[in-house]
């Protein structure tokens, strides 16, 4: 009788737990096929609901042993999946979509959390590529997809639908694993992305005119908005979902790190803050908030604050294991991390701490488009524009979408004089920043450099007219005595004084159109600023010595009558000829001089020479890469 009752102790432990797969399908002919072999040896039963299907999807369930069942289509994710749960037999259920595939080195593992003792459900970690603007990487989502068959578990939500809620009313229990599922639902080389959040927006407003205090359905649709662009609207959808009862702490977290994201899209960057440290408040130990968090006070000047979030990032980001913490992460981008730290120093001036962060993004990942751009800023920086160059082009060529980069590249290509090429990254960045005044500014430049004056004085004008500098009206001056329009000139070399009190070329450009005008005595008195600004100046002597000359010959000449000025012509006004022509630094050839803080732009053939010494060599100020 004792060994009878052990044997069937024993029987009772060796027996196996089974699993069934519970999927539904519509035309998933190019997926299905990948995803029901993942399973094999791992599921016991497969179960197959088909929406409607009209190629061979069918035709490959049945080819891998499933049992297919049919279902007309409702807008309703949910009740979809129900029909596939209800249709199961086994003790655990597995939820796998076609376009996604079970690790196959957690196969094994997965059978392993197959036990009586274990939890109600586990987390499996949903990993989706992700080919954005600044690299390769994946989005993981952890959800319970794999928990006990039991009739009170169910399906709930048109889209974005979860068990979540059933679990938690029968008083189940979640656990977190490290088994990885691989998705490729969400990269732009698979599937029409617009169609499906279209899609996806669709059924959750549907769900939303159904239920319109369901926190998750605004959270979710936010998440839809975010990813389409529609900042305003995702970020009316977050607030939503976190003034309502019921959003499940993981979500709470995750809706204040993606709102904090959007608020910096918005320029909001003290809220975006805020947020992110509400978001740590609810879950200290999410990564994303320090990274998010850390840009915002980027974009407030707070770099010593900034470099601590990114440090407390980078710490997280090390966390040992496969899974993540909570419900929503993304494999760790230390490359990115560590060249935001850089630019954090950069913008401090600690110019090699900074450079030593680079290379250990690039160390993390030799195509990192931000540590590239981050060595070629401190290659411009230190006057090594040929290595800095190389280094740009090779950011641009890996971040197609990177308009920082696109502009640094051009101003780089400006200081070696490839101005084709400066012109060029010039008009990508502009196709991404149309309205940005650096850039246009720079492409003014570029075309005066390539002898296309009539078009850069349309781009000065617009300058001129949204925000108003003192550059560029003294570009336009400078083109306008370029063409003889001597009034023309003045009037704006006058405009650019009234905004611009520290650059001695207006003043110097003004005084020639003046000496023209035979208004010698307002001549000298810009000169004379021209003076006070640029002392030594060579050229601006020259010019004082000769208007002196003027002067006196003016002052010992009685006032002329008509006859008199007949018979003795006024003195000539300065002449051209004989003038040493600038040649600043990173220029070629002669000809007058425009130029801003830290570039140089010319008028064609300027009919008046600026003083080579009045260029400037101080730093532009731009803040560092974003």
């Not at 035309?27 to 409607?52: F, K, M, Q, Y």
């Not at 595939?101 to 939890?119: T, W």
């Amino acid at each position: 009788m004792r060994r009878n009752k052990q044997k069937g102790a024993h029987l009772q432990v060796a027996r196996r737990s089974t699993l069934s797969l519970c999927m539904i399908v519509k035309n998933e002919e190019a997926n299905l096929g990948r995803c029901l072999e993942s399973v094999t040896g791992v599921a016991d039963e497969i179960i197959v609901v088909d929406t409607g299907s009209t190629d061979r999807t069918v035709e490959i369930a049945r080819q891998h042993g499933a049992k297919i069942f049919s279902h007309q289509w409702s807008d309703d994710f949910a009740a979809a999946r129900n029909v596939s749960l209800r249709s199961a037999t086994s003790d655990w259920i597995l939820v796998l979509d076609a376009d996604e595939a079970l690790a196959k080195e957690d196969r094994g593992c997965l059978r392993a959390l197959l036990r009586q003792d274990g939890p109600t459900a586990y987390l499996l970690n949903i990993v989706s590529p992700v080919n954005d603007r600044r690299s390769s990487h994946a989005v993981i989502n952890a959800f319970p997809r794999l928990f006990r068959n039991r009739p009170e578990i169910r399906f709930e939500g048109r889209c974005h639908e979860q068990v979540t809620p059933s679990i938690a009313r029968v008083g189940g229990t979640v656990s977190p694993s490290e088994i990885q599922v691989h998705h490729r639902g969400y990269h732009g080389l698979w599937v029409d992305l617009s169609a499906k959040r279209q899609r996806n927006v669709r059924l959750l407003r549907q769900q939303l005119a159904d239920h319109p205090e369901d926190p998750l359905a605004h959270f979710h649709l936010g998440e839809v908005y975010g990813l389409e662009g529609r900042i305003d609207e995702a970020i009316v959808c977050y607030r939503a979902a976190l003034s309502l009862p019921g959003l499940p702490p993981t979500n709470r977290s995750v809706a204040r790190r993606s709102l904090a994201a959007c608020l910096l899209n918005r320029q909001q960057f003290e809220e975006a803050w805020q947020e992110c440290c509400l978001a740590l408040k609810e879950d200290s130990g999410y990564a994303m908030p320090h990274l998010t968090g850390a840009i915002a006070l980027g974009k407030l000047g707070r770099y010593e604050a900034a470099i601590q979030q990114i440090d407390l990032y980078l710490a997280k980001a090390d966390r040992p294991g496969r899974g993540i913490h909570g419900v929503l992460g993304y494999e760790p981008n230390q490359a990115y991390a560590w060249s935001f730290k850089g630019n954090c120093l950069f913008a401090l001036k600690e110019v090699n701490r900074a450079l030593d962060c680079y290379r250990t993004a690039l160390s993390f990942d030799q195509d990192s488009p931000d540590g590239h751009l981050g060595v070629g800023k401190i290659h411009r920086l230190q006057g090594r524009a040929q290595e800095a160059a190389v280094a740009l082009e090779k950011a641009a060529a890996l971040f197609e979408q990177m308009p920082q980069g696109h502009l640094t590249l051009a101003e780089t290509y400006a200081e070696l004089g490839r101005w084709a090429e400066a012109i060029t990254a010039c008009e990508r960045f502009l196709q991404a920043c149309p309205e940005d005044n650096g850039g246009l500014e720079l492409q003014a430049q570029a075309l005066l450099k390539l002898d296309r004056p009539a078009e850069a004085e349309v781009i000065y004008r617009r300058l001129v007219n949204r925000a108003p500098s003192g550059m560029a009206y003294f570009a336009l001056a400078c083109l306008a005595d370029a063409r003889s329009d001597r009034q023309e000139a003045t009037a704006l070399c006058r405009k650019a004084w009234e905004l611009e009190r520290t650059d001695a070329r207006i003043p110097f450009l003004l005084s020639c159109c003046l000496i023209e005008a035979g208004e010698y005595r307002k001549a000298l008195a810009a000169l004379l600023e021209a003076e006070r600004l640029a002392p030594g100046t060579p050229e601006i002597a020259a010019r004082l010595k000769l208007l002196g000359r003027l002067l006196e010959v003016g002052a010992s000449l009685a006032a002329p009558s008509a006859d008199d000025e007949a018979q003795n012509p006024p003195i000539p006004p300065l002449q051209k000829g004989g003038h040493t022509p600038l040649t600043p630094p990173f220029t070629k050839g002669g000809g007058g001089g425009i130029c801003r803080v830290g570039r140089d732009v010319r008028a064609s053939s300027p009919r008046h020479p600026t003083p080579y010494i009045l260029h400037h060599m101080a730093e532009d100020g731009r803040a560092p890469p974003p």
